[in-house]
């Protein structure tokens, strides 16, 4: 064993299963957002090579392939990859930016969902340059239209397994039609790859949220697919890979356990039952999202019968879930004397005019005073990525917790560069006469 192992194997002892939002230093984060401004997402890299070693030891046969779309930034892209993970990609932006991360393509999966002509073009082009990145296919037409653009590589097939799980209803993906065949049309397919490409295997996804209560859900999942990959191979086609997608849950609440990863393995192992197949999973919001926060500042205090209304910087623009999801996440004032105003019934409210546009409803937290900085937990996952324009407000910046650069703050020019330009209105106006 060299001495690099030896740090590793000991810097993984010592790394908590979670980070908690309390665990993150209060002084580093306030002179972030004093250099940086706010809203901010802080991002630590370190933090993601923790998490990436948790899952290589507990699943350590398996094709583990981070779900790159939680979190795209090209730090985080290296990191992972750095790590010894593959990427799975959503998108033909995320192959190319995958490749461009200095990825290679044996590490690249591409999972087409009703995939766009654009995107099947840009990744078929990828392909021939990188003859040995995967696509996950999840229709027969798509098989079709693969074949049609010349491509014969590794080809996976999703199936939809009839059970899903997740934390939200609109995350919920296993069961929907939308993904995936049917299991009962799935052994006709895979032998249509086997024919015309190179099976790659079998993959399903249930959805995102496997925690310590929905593991029966995942259970029947595996157990489909150990299934089906056993009738594949008595028809003679090798299976190769069977991908039991991602969703290993994190813990928002503060007082939520972490998810028991040994246990979400152990049931995986026995739940698929005798295969000669490699296991493959897709963890995103795993690898990343206890790597960071968002940053806002307080610049509205308003007292009302019900509550206090903190008024702040950052919102559903910078971070959907709470509005898109009803997601939970904890909430941490970052005031030097926080501790010593006592608690009320604070609701952080961003700047949009709409009703979602509300980080926590109603949550017992320190009183708020204007300019106070507050910290919100589990930001690493989806939050930066989900972000947008409406309301003409710029994009934050994202930094490392060290103070590099991730993603530099958008400007308004930036959102304003992609109005029509002058001469274009002009012609548009001459056509309307
Ligand atoms: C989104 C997605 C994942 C990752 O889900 P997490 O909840 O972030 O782990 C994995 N696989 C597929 C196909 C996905 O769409």
């Known amino acids: 064993m060299t001495d690099d192992t030896i740090d590793e194997q000991e810097s993984l002892g010592a790394a908590p299963a979670v980070r908690r939002l309390a665990d993150w230093d209060r002084e580093r984060l306030t002179s972030l957002a004093d250099e940086h401004g706010t809203p901010l997402y802080v991002f630590d890299p370190a933090r993601v090579r923790e998490n990436c070693r948790r899952l290589q030891n507990a699943f350590p046969d398996a094709e583990i392939q981070y779900a790159a779309k939680a979190h795209t930034a090209r730090r985080t892209?290296?990191?992972?990859?750095?790590?010894?993970?593959?990427?799975?990609?959503?998108?033909?932006?995320?192959?190319?930016?995958?490749?461009?991360?200095?990825?290679?393509?044996?590490?690249?999966?591409?999972?087409?969902?009703n995939p766009p002509a654009r995107d099947l073009a840009v990744v078929v082009d990828a392909w021939e340059a990188n003859p040995d990145l995967t696509i996950t296919a999840g229709a027969a037409d798509t098989i079709?239209?693969?074949?049609?653009?010349g491509?014969?590589?590794?080809?996976?097939?999703?199936?939809?397994?009839?059970?899903?799980?997740?934390?939200?209803e609109k995350v919920v993906t296993g069961g929907h039609p939308k993904f995936g065949v049917g299991l009962d049309r799935a052994p006709a397919l895979a032998a249509r790859i086997d024919r015309a490409f190179e099976f790659a295997g079998i993959h399903a996804h249930a959805g995102s949220g496997i925690s310590g209560d929905d593991l029966a859900d995942h259970r029947e999942l595996v157990r489909r697919l150990g299934e089906l990959a056993r009738t594949l191979d008595a028809e003679g086609i090798p299976v190769g890979t069977i991908d039991v997608g991602g969703g290993f849950g994190v813990p928002?609440?503060?007082?939520?356990?972490?998810?028991?990863?040994?246990?979400?393995?152990?049931?995986t192992r026995?739940?698929?039952?005798?295969?000669?197949?490699?296991?493959?999973?897709?963890?995103?919001?795993?690898?990343?999202?206890?790597?960071?926060?968002?940053?806002?500042?307080?610049?509205?205090?308003?007292?009302?019968?019900?509550?206090?209304?903190?008024?702040?910087?950052?919102?559903?623009?910078?971070?959907?879930?709470?509005?898109?999801?009803?997601?939970?996440?904890?909430?941490?004032?970052?005031?030097?004397e926080a501790s010593d105003r006592g608690q009320v019934g604070v609701t952080v409210a961003g700047p949009a005019c709409e009703t979602a546009d509300l980080l926590c409803e109603n949550r017992p937290l320190p009183r708020p005073a204007l300019g106070d900085l507050l910290a919100i937990g589990n930001a690493g996952a989806y939050g930066y990525e989900m972000a947008s324009t409406y309301n003409s407000r710029p994009r934050p910046a994202e930094v490392t917790v060290d103070g590099d650069p991730l993603r530099r703050r958008e400007s308004l020019a930036d959102v304003a560069r992609l109005d029509a330009p002058e001469e274009q209105k002009r012609r548009g106006k001459e056509c309307d006469r």
Do not use: Q, W
């Not at 079709?144 to 653009?149: I, K, T």
């Not at 928002?252 to 049931?267: F, I, K, M, S």
């Not at 610049?299 to 709470?322: F, H, I, Q, S």
């Open 252 to 267: 928002y609440r503060g007082d939520a356990p972490a998810l028991d990863l040994d246990a979400v393995a152990e049931a």
């Open 270 to 336: 026995a739940a698929l039952g005798e295969v000669d197949a490699t296991l493959a999973i897709e963890p995103g919001r795993y690898v990343v999202a206890d790597a960071g926060v968002l940053l806002t500042r307080v610049n509205t205090v308003k007292e009302t019968p019900e509550m206090v209304v903190a008024g702040v910087d950052a919102g559903m623009t910078t971070l959907l879930r709470p509005a898109m999801y009803d997601a939970y996440h904890a909430v941490r004032s970052l005031a030097p």
């Open 77 to 113: 892209l290296e990191t992972v990859h750095d790590a010894g993970l593959a990427i799975e990609c959503a998108s033909a932006g995320e192959v190319v930016r995958a490749l461009d991360a200095g990825v290679p393509g044996s590490a690249v999966t591409y999972t087409a969902v």
């Open 144 to 149: 079709d239209r693969l074949a049609e653009r």
């Open 151 to 168: 491509f014969d590589g590794r080809l996976r097939l999703r199936v939809n397994p009839g059970v899903g799980a997740g934390h939200h």
